[in-house]
């Protein structure tokens, strides 16, 4: 029997993957038997993709829910007869697997089987026994069958271990990662904002498409408060619930990730606020990691051994929420004004929120531009200068990004999301103080590297009048390059 094409009336609504898709496409056509684990976080448009890709194929989808496994299956059961021809009898969830590579053993199927990790049971032995008789339906069926099968999972940590060494899964499946989209990819949805106004939305959004699509209308402040701070507003609980779902025991994480929401951090001041040895939150740190929601990251050219590491909360819409909503929940649940808030406490803070965002944006945007003149770049951080430590002048210096052409720095760069135009008091700061910091930490810097600046709100008349002068120092325009950002 010739399984039904799979129809999805929402296509047209379907924005970007460009890349995903192709892959997709070349794992359908190809002779490869194993089936692709799609993952990734909620909300990073899992199901929209595999639908858009099982639309027009002889396809069917079995969503995963928390009900007990005979319901599920029965479920399943009911959504097979038309594919099979007959209800199947699914005792359990390895019969499933046998089912379906029956189904498609003299035409291709695709089957996509999202949640997959909740037809697994609740603890870990059960888990394992299940997986283990999932892998050898899989390998006494796969030889006879042209199935193509995908595994699809919100929940990063179980999705993972699929592929630890001492799972039963092991070397079994094919991995498609889904991440976030970039700002270029994103800028679909913006189609009624300039490209500065859609910069500031992705940075509250991640790039996740879900959160683009409710953040794309109206003003900023409209978006936010009737999208996020609202009480019954969407997204109002949003961060709890990715929290949640991944860890059990969430409240000391939360503490962390509030602490990690006002930006980058060194360990101990991290665990001081929260009152947690720096041990214990090392530990939560590599979880949270583990996750893909947090990082470390260490000035540039450090060695391993260095001590200047900083934590980082990686996804945007986390440090949002956590920064905007998670402390003030209560005041909000209590009668606070969410437009209120937004003008006391969210205005006021968006250039800091968007800035680490922006500043990776520019480091993007040089590795695509200027890759003639360096081969790594990323931010650096460090002592000032011994001479202004002495008289307390400085105490320590960063800078946004650093180039470096074989061992030698080549290029320093500043971002900044400001209200205000960049003056020549920059290129100043830079010469007498951040440069010689740099050459005093101990790396290699050309004589007179390039001086790249990018931002928001451009330059003053004085700046570029110095830029003509100084072939040093290259002025970007920021607006221009967001609107076509075709690298980010």
């Known amino acids: ?40 976080r909620r909300r990073v448009g899992k199901s929209w993709l595999f639908r858009r890709f099982a639309d027009g194929k002889p396809a069917v989808v079995l969503v995963a829910e928390q009900l007990p496994a005979g319901s599920q299956l029965a479920r399943f059961a009911d959504l097979l007869e038309p594919v099979i ?54 390998e006494e069926e796969r030889d006879d069958s042209k199935l193509k099968l995908i595994l699809c999972g919100s929940q990063v940590a179980q999705m993972e271990a699929l592929f630890g060494e001492r799972n039963p899964m092991h070397g079994r499946l094919q991995r498609l990662a889904i991440r976030p989209l970039s700002f270029a990819d994103s800028l679909p949805f913006f189609a009624d904002s300039n490209s500065l ?86 530990k939560y740190l590599a979880t949270l990691i583990h996750l893909r929601l947090a990082s470390k990251s260490d000035p540039f050219a450090a060695p ?55 500043e990776q944006w520019c480091l993007q945007w040089l590795r695509a531009n200027r890759s003639s003149e360096a081969t790594r770049f990323g931010p650096w951080w460090g002592n000032a200068a011994n001479e202004f430590r002495r008289t307390k002048e400085r105490s320590a210096e960063e800078i946004d990004g ?25 290129i100043e700061d830079l010469d007498r103080f951040k440069i010689p910091a740099l050459r005093q930490s101990g790396l290699k810097v050309a004589d007179e590297p390039r001086i790249v600046l990018f931002s928001k709100s451009g330059y003053s008349d004085a700046l570029h009048d110095l830029a003509r002068r100084d072939a040093r120092i290259d002025l970007i325009d920021v607006e221009a390059e967001l609107a076509i950002s075709p690298n980010a």
């Open 1 to 40: 029997m010739t399984a039904p094409l799979f129809q999805w009336p929402l296509i047209g609504e379907f924005v970007n993957r460009a890349t995903e898709l192709d892959a997709l496409e070349q794992w359908w056509t190809s002779s490869r038997r194993e089936p692709l684990a799609m993952m990734g």
């Open 85 to 138: 021809g007959v209800r199947p009898d699914l005792p359990d969830v390895p019969t499933l697997f046998r089912v379906l590579h029956r189904a498609a053993k003299n035409e291709q199927l695709l089957v996509v089987i999202d949640e997959f990790p909740w037809l697994l049971g609740t603890s870990a032995a059960e888990t394992g026994r299940l997986l283990t008789s999932i892998q050898a339906a899989i």
């Open 197 to 282: 106004d859609a910069f500031e939305r992705f940075a509250i959004t991640g790039g996740m498409p879900m959160y683009l699509a409710r953040l794309a209308r109206g003003s900023l402040r409209s978006a936010v408060t009737s999208q996020i701070l609202g009480r019954d507003a969407p997204l109002w609980n949003e961060g709890r619930s990715i929290v949640e779902q991944e860890l059990r025991e969430p409240r000391l994480y939360f503490a962390i990730l509030e602490e990690l929401a006002h930006g980058l951090k060194p360990l101990n001041e991290i665990a001081q606020p929260i009152g947690v040895s720096t041990g214990a939150v090392s």
């Open 304 to 358: 391993e051994t260095s001590r200047s590491g900083r934590w980082q909360l990686d996804d945007s819409f986390l440090r949002f929420w956590f920064r905007f909503v998670f402390p003030f929940q209560t005041d909000l649940e209590s009668g606070l004004s969410a437009t209120g808030l937004f003008d006391a406490e969210v205005a006021p803070a968006m250039s800091d929120h968007v800035a680490p965002v922006f």
């Open 402 to 426: 650093v180039g470096s052409l074989r061992n030698r720095v080549t290029v320093v760069s500043e971002a900044k999301w400001t209200n205000r135009q960049l003056s020549p008091a920059i």
